[in-house]
């Protein structure tokens, strides 16, 4: 790997890349702090086209979210609502069947299914929600609920934790989100997010999920009171429970979006930082095979860029995203297959649809 880099910390760096040795908090460091954009995006193309050359990943999804109804009131969330508040919302089983039948005539692979924590809705309800998506969608991925989400259900379940997630996973649960972590930092979640599960319970959770043989996205909210030393220590934990686990299957940085949170006076995240993420995770998280560039967060253009600074997945066709543009997303809410093949050819790469696992459509 013949690289020149503007930051001479950065060929150390190279140094560990090059022998395939793992890269410590303080490269991590480095890596978030260095200005050298292009410098660190080159490492990061290096190890994602060593692993998948020209080949980058996408599924045909449809999101869908149950109800907006929260007891956590993140400071960060434009999405949630208190029950009976103005645009508040809580989808029956029937309202759910009827969305997925909106779509029936597409090949929708994956159902993505997140919501709040609604205290009005009982655990039956969210077995049945699964039941009907199976039902509907038998040949489809159930991936639902964060960490966050099945916490809730096991405390409303009556069940220990791990029967809990049995019975999810009996009714078709498959693979789980990678949100609600956030930043793993107890000075973040005190002032922003105080009412939700820690960081400790979180791995937990998520270990719980892995020993039941359910996979599991990762995620890091970034671009808002975080500090580049909680970035990488939050990076450094999910790495060491891949370690443990191997659980994980992708990680994917979620870029803050204030607009109409209690936060609006952030400002957005740069391009600068959008990619440089993407980048320091391809490299610090050796043990994830897949980075994904979110387009729904980034946007489509930027995420695109993405590919060469270390990802090497766009994620999906998405279809009718709420939560991200409740928050000011300018990206689309959904994007055809055609747009996304020509996203990715345009790039330079070859588009190759997926299922929920990465095996090849």
């Known amino acids: 790997m013949n690289l020149s880099f503007i930051d001479n910390r950065l060929y150390k760096i190279k140094e560990k890349i090059v022998k395939e040795k793992r890269l410590d908090f303080k490269d991590g460091l480095i890596l978030f702090n260095s200005n ?6 080159r490492l990061a193309d290096h190890v994602r086209r060593k692993r998948y050359g020209k080949e980058a990943y996408y599924v045909y999804n449809q999101h869908l979210n149950y109800t907006n109804v929260c007891t956590n009131r993140c400071l960060f969330c434009a999405y949630a609502k208190d029950k009976g508040e103005n645009g508040a919302f809580t989808l029956s089983i029937n ?11 597409e090949p ?24 009907t998506v199976k039902m509907i969608r038998p040949d489809s991925t159930v991936k639902a609920f964060t960490a966050v989400e099945i916490d809730h259900l096991y405390k409303i ?45 979180w791995l937990e959770v998520m270990e719980a999920l892995h020993r039941a043989g359910l ?6 909210l970034y671009g808002h009171i975080e500090t580049m030393e909680e970035r990488v220590q939050h990076l ?7 370690d443990k686990t191997g659980g994980f299957s992708a990680y994917i ?10 936060m609006s006076q952030i400002p957005a995240t740069t391009a600068f930082d959008d990619l440089k993420s993407i980048a320091a995770a391809r490299l610090i998280l ?44 300018k990206s689309a809410t959904g994007l055809t297959r055609t747009c996304m093949e020509h996203i990715i050819a345009s790039a330079g790469f070859k588009p190759v649809q997926r299922d929920s696992f990465y095996c090849p459509v």
């Open 157 to 201: 379940s009556g069940y220990s934790l791990d029967e809990t997630i049995a019975r999810l996973k009996d009714a078709g649960l498959a693979m789980i989100p990678g949100g609600g972590a956030e930043v793993m930092s107890e000075r973040v979640r005190n002032r922003l997010f105080p009412r939700k599960i820690d960081s400790n319970r």
């Open 36 to 41: 050298d954009l292009i410098g660190v995006g």
């Open 253 to 262: 940085p979620l870029a803050f979006h204030s607009e109409n949170t209690k």
């Open 95 to 105: 309202d759910i069947r009827e969305r997925l039948l909106e779509r029936i005539d």
């Open 236 to 242: 450094i934990r999910l790495r060491s429970l891949q």
């Open 108 to 131: 929708v692979r994956e159902l993505h299914i997140v919501g709040g924590l609604n205290p009005s809705l009982s655990f039956d309800y969210y077995i049945d929600l699964i039941k």
């Open 215 to 220: 996979t599991s996205n990762a995620t890091m």
């Open 286 to 329: 050796d043990n994830f095979d897949h980075i994904k560039a979110y387009w729904v967060m980034i946007g489509e253009k930027l995420a695109q860029v993405a590919l060469s600074f270390g990802a090497d997945d766009l994620d999906g066709t998405i279809i009718e995203e709420k939560i991200t543009h409740m928050a000011g997303a």
